[in-house]
């Protein structure tokens, strides 16, 4: 069956066949039969994607589409959205993950038979793998006289438990329905039917036994629709009539059944989905299902970078590392998962999480259950005003909190009594995260938190960090260096806390300052330094209590050191410099090295430019040369296997060694070869890398397009020079309003022999290599003049 609820623009076109937009112009000018647009407007029509492909393939301009392309494609054009057409993808891709012969026998018939079908396959399996578990959950497990099988992911009817009849809920409106299943939807471990939802009968608890509380008992029509706008995440009332009509006292909310992050879609929303259900699933039969997921999220979030504040991969495993083994984990604003995702597998293991998206939470859910066997609790909701886990008692809680937030809750959440160390001012919302944290641990629990600098010294925080010192709550501060997380130019904070079970009788808090290890240009920090130094003091002091001092670095300070009138717990502020006896010696070598590489750029130096008269050569295009056979296009990967260098954008773009890194998977990583060409992109820049030895074998990083050029008729250094014009870039490039996207298949380059390419070859070669001295030297000479500050500054170098 066609696919013509899947659209795609004249941009999506050009990529498929190779060429530029203007060519789908005239072949829509010329053609009579070329598709009619399906959607879109007069200025940027959209057309069905088969229709597209059938025509393309008609013309000889289409061989195939490669699979993922596809796949992509539909994704994209979804006629819902890509997320929602993300989140039935994933749904479709658990199903095959965890009962693939159900898939096989809900795929064998038509569309039709698939969207009804599918519902029912769906409930079933994502109740397994996100119901309700009881019994033990973490070291405290539930807080006291709390019933054990109280629902966490329960829900009522075909809304969500915090909606209203205006859809102000959470999960209301029809802009909800596709990613949490609106209307009609069948419900992930619901157990009550749509007439029980404004019924005085008392609601059954889902997976209740005998000594469990009944969810929402005796809630009027009244209460639930009504018509009294209310706050998206209020806090819940207690579920009392007298909580219900506003009679309750000023106390600590009762949250109600958290909102789940994840419902079954129903078949009249899964019928236009069909299509991209089919590519996903065979996608998965290529890929593996965990990997088909994570290559759709992956090029999602890297296709609307602005809409997602993403904690890097290695960030995340030096948080999960800092929280040590745990069985039951929370992550409190799980964003994508990627904290979660870096915990250490455990049997038995429970995995929370909530976000305030309900997108992101029902994503993060999807990724958690394909990654592991572990039991996954995801909920939707604001985490400080509506608690989906309330009486939780985490072995570990992992977070990356929103940054200077004044809309946290601060008039409502006054008489909370998670504000154990002090209620957080309006411009403190992460020492309210803090201490959310805290009162989801059990005792001796961990707690890692990324945190912006400020929250270590701003003076309206200083009471609460006090109370954390004296308390024994707070046991490290971490500075990152620059680059390692967004935003990108401020040097983060890691804090590491536990819930005290007793008062250490002299306790110490252990600070480490890492922005030593702040990378060059864009390249990132050097994480694998990072990751030593950080864990190899943190483990000395939890051994000790203690650290031994290494100057510049880390050191264990006495807590009564820190309790001054600022409480400012900023690491640089209270590490010894770092000793540098050899500082003279190691400026004058830097100084050596500047003067060779001086000389080096002076003799490379191009010599007097020579006009020429103007030159119009025939042009040909990378993507025709690709569709020819004379070079082969590959973009960067996912992960891989191998745990190899990466190459990526920062490094072609500064110049740099491979510095990244990709997850492992059972995707098979792109690994380059001496003489490959390699762009980025994303970020306007006219840039172009030939590989050498040195570089060979690393793997080919994200927003990356490789080129490997038949050598007898291609030379590298000629491709790599013309596709370095600015003309040519601005040519096949595309405008968004915060982003520039080049298409490489669109990049032009002219039919010359293979002599006279070599003899142009020759020449960017000279100048790529007076270029790299250029930089080299650049960089020597801050080298020298920061040391000379430093030097001078610090007295380990004498004025003259």
């Not at 029912?120 to 033990?136: D, H, M």
């Not at 109370?467 to 490290?476: C, K, N, Q, V």
Request: proline share 9%; glycine share 10%.
């Amino acid at each position: 069956m066609q696919d013509n609820a899947t659209e795609v623009t004249a941009a999506g076109i050009a990529r498929l066949a190779g060429v530029g937009r203007a060519a789908v112009s005239n072949w829509r000018r010329r053609h009579a039969d070329f598709p009619k647009p399906v959607g879109g407007t007069e200025t940027s029509p959209s057309f069905a994607l088969a229709e597209v492909e059938a025509w393309l393939r008609k013309q000889g301009k289409l061989a195939e589409v490669p699979l993922r392309e596809r796949v992509w494609q539909q994704l994209v054009g979804h006629p819902e959205g890509p997320l929602t057409a993300l989140v039935h993808a994933g749904c479709v891709l658990l199903l095959i993950h965890e009962r693939p012969t159900v898939w096989l026998d809900a795929s064998a018939g038509s569309d039709a038979r698939l969207a009804a079908m599918l519902p029912g396959a769906l409930e079933e399996v994502l109740t397994a793998r996100f119901g309700s578990v009881r019994g033990r959950a973490g070291r405290g497990g539930r807080a006291p006289g709390a019933g054990t099988g109280a629902a966490v992911n329960a829900s009522v009817g075909g809304e969500g438990v915090n909606t209203s009849s205006t859809g102000s809920g959470v999960n209301s409106g029809a802009g909800a329905a596709g990613v949490n299943a609106g209307h009609g939807a069948p419900i992930v471990n619901a157990g009550l039917r749509a007439s029980d939802v404004n019924s005085d009968s008392v609601a059954p608890v889902v997976n209740a036994d005998s000594a469990t509380p009944a969810v929402n008992p005796t809630l009027t029509t009244s209460a639930v629709n009504s018509p009294t706008p209310q706050p998206v995440n209020a806090p819940p009332a207690v579920h009392t009539p007298a909580a219900v009509h506003g009679t309750a006292t000023p106390s600590a909310p009762t949250p109600s059944a958290p909102t789940p992050a994840l419902r079954a879609p129903s078949g009249p929303q899964l019928l236009p989905s069909a299509p991209l259900l089919r590519g996903a699933a065979e996608l998965a039969a290529e890929i593996g299902a965990r990997q088909a997921f994570e290559f759709l999220l992956s090029r999602h979030l890297d296709a609307n970078p602005r809409q997602y504040t993403l904690t890097p991969a290695d960030l995340a495993g030096l948080m999960a590392d800092l929280a040590g083994p745990a069985r039951t984990v929370l992550d409190p604003a799980c964003g994508t998962g990627a904290l979660l995702r870096a915990v250490d597998t455990l049997p038995d293991q429970e995995l929370y999480a909530q976000d305030s998206a309900p997108d992101l939470a029902a994503l993060t859910a999807l990724r958690l259950a394909l990654h592991s066997r572990a039991g996954v609790r995801g909920a939707v909701g604001d985490t400080l005003r509506a608690d989906a886990h309330p009486e939780l008692r985490a072995d570990a809680v992992l977070c990356h909190p929103p940054f200077n937030e004044r809309n946290w809750g601060h008039d409502e959440l006054a008489y909370d009594p998670r504000w154990e160390y002090g209620f957080p001012a309006r411009t403190e919302s992460e020492l309210a995260w803090v201490q959310h944290a805290l009162a989801r641990l059990a005792d001796g629990g961990s707690a890692v938190l990324l945190m912006p600098p400020a929250a270590a010294s701003r003076r309206s925080g200083r009471r609460i960090r006090a109370d954390l010192l004296r308390r024994g709550a707070l046991r490290a501060v971490v500075a990152l260096p620059v680059g390692a997380a967004p935003p990108y130019n401020i040097p983060l904070h890691v804090w590491v806390l536990r819930r005290p079970d007793r008062t250490p009788a002299a306790p110490e808090v252990l600070l480490v300052d890492t922005g030593r290890f702040a990378g060059e240009g864009r390249g990132g920090p050097d994480w694998p330094a990072v990751r030593e130094a950080v864990l190899d003091a943190w483990r000395a002091f939890e051994r000790a209590g203690r650290s031994a001092e290494r100057p510049g670095l880390a050191r264990s300070v006495p807590v009564i050191e820190l309790l001054d009138d600022d409480v400012d717990l900023a690491p640089a502020r209270h590490l010894p410099p770092a000793a540098v006896a050899d500082g003279a010696e190691q400026l004058t070598a830097v100084r050596e090295r500047l003067g060779t590489t001086l000389r080096l750029t002076t003799e490379l130096t191009p010599p007097p430019a020579a006009p020429a008269p103007g030159v119009r050569w025939p042009l040909t295009t990378v993507g025709e040369l690709a569709r020819g056979g004379a070079l082969m296009m590959r973009t960067g990967g996912n992960g891989g296997h191998a745990r190899v260098p990466v190459l990526t954008d920062h490094d072609v773009l500064a110049g740099t060694a491979p510095s990244g890194t990709l997850p492992e998977s059972e995707e098979e990583a792109v690994l380059t070869e001496p003489g490959d060409v390699v762009v980025p992109v994303l970020g306007g820049g006219s840039v172009a890398r030939v590989i050498d030895d040195a570089t060979g074998g690393a793997a080919l990083g994200r927003n990356l397009v490789l080129l490997r050029p038949d050598r007898t008729a291609l030379d590298p250094w000629f491709l790599a020079g013309f596709l370095r014009g600015t003309a040519n870039n601005r040519q096949a490039s595309s405008y968004a309003s915060t982003a520039t996207r080049l298409d490489v298949r669109r990049l032009q380059l002219p039919r010359l022999p293979l002599d006279e390419q070599r003899r142009y070859g020759a020449r960017f070669r000279a100048l790529d290599e007076f270029e790299r001295a250029l930089r080299h030297a650049s960089r020597l000479g801050d080298q020298l003049v920061r040391g000379m500050y430093d030097g001078l500054t610090d007295g380990t170098v004498a004025p003259g």
